[in-house]
């Protein structure tokens, strides 16, 4: 893999284009550009690789193998149903045992979604989720070197907040590729006391210490209307 990663990475994204295997996929979205996900309009990944020195190091796939691993721990033995649909409807059939974890598109950012999810969808998502029978997470941008997210002040007042930043790989132009701040907005109540918190010049994992996560692991019960696992 080391000597025709390009190659090989050709090689797995017309397999993946067949065949939908979900372990090629991870493969794709792990050596892509930049992690981008990208479908053409007959549904075919289509991000080129990423031409980064020492790609395949054998710490970056440790670390891959490990958070796969992690995570077949955490869902085994458990009744999982993955459902895709309107974040609205999903949160309709919330319970009091469950725990919700959003992860909305980023408002006010320069995320192409074709212009379908407005600053009112954004204002009806933080309302509807303070209103649940259960606890909530939503992750949100809050600053860079040059904004600030008017949202996190306007719609999230009395949330908990637990900030970390990490370096933004996905701007169009290396001025763009920024230090970004993000926060994780919790119902009160829920979070832990203390969190880590971490200045990185480059990519990071990032990993929330939340108490939820523990009962989500225990109950198996969580929705969130995207899977957003890997960082
Ligand atoms: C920040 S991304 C989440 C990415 C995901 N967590 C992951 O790791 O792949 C926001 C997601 O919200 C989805 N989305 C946009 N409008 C939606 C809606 N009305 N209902 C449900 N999901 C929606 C987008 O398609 C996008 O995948």
């Known amino acids: 893999m080391l000597s025709r990663g390009e190659d090989y990475y050709y090689e797995v994204r017309e ?7 979900p372990l090629d996929f991870i493969f794709l979205n792990r050596s892509c550009f930049n992690g981008v996900m ?4 007959k549904g075919e990944f289509n991000v080129p690789f990423c031409r980064k020195p020492d790609r395949f190091r054998q710490a970056y796939v440790t670390k891959i193998v490990n958070q796969i691993s992690q995570i077949r721990k955490i869902m085994h033995d458990k009744d999982w149903e993955f459902r895709v649909g ?3 409807n999903v949160l309709e059939n919330v319970t009091e045992d469950d725990f919700v974890y959003l992860d909305p598109p980023y408002i006010g950012r320069h995320t192409d979604y074709y212009q379908q999810w ?4 954004a204002a009806d998502l933080v309302r509807i989720a303070r209103d649940l029978p259960c606890s909530f997470a939503m992750s949100m941008w809050k600053e860079n070197k040059y904004r600030i997210n008017y949202y996190v002040t306007r719609y999230c007042d009395g949330l908990i ?5 990490h370096f933004d790989h996905v701007g169009a132009t290396v001025n763009h590729r920024n ?3 993000e926060a994780l907005l919790i119902k009160p109540g829920y979070a832990t006391s203390s969190c880590h918190t971490e200045q990185c010049p480059k990519a990071v994992h990032l990993q929330f210490n ?3 996560v523990e ?7 969580a929705h969130s209307y995207c899977n957003s696992w890997l960082y």
């Open 215 to 221: 009962h989500t692991a225990t109950t198996g019960k």
């Open 86 to 88: 309107d974040w609205r």
């Open 210 to 212: 939340l108490d939820e």
């Open 179 to 181: 230090l970004m701040q």
């Open 15 to 21: 397999r993946f284009n067949k065949s939908r295997n």
């Open 118 to 121: 407005s600053e009112d969808d």
């Open 38 to 41: 990208r479908f053409n309009s």
């Open 161 to 165: 907040e637990r900030t970390f930043s």
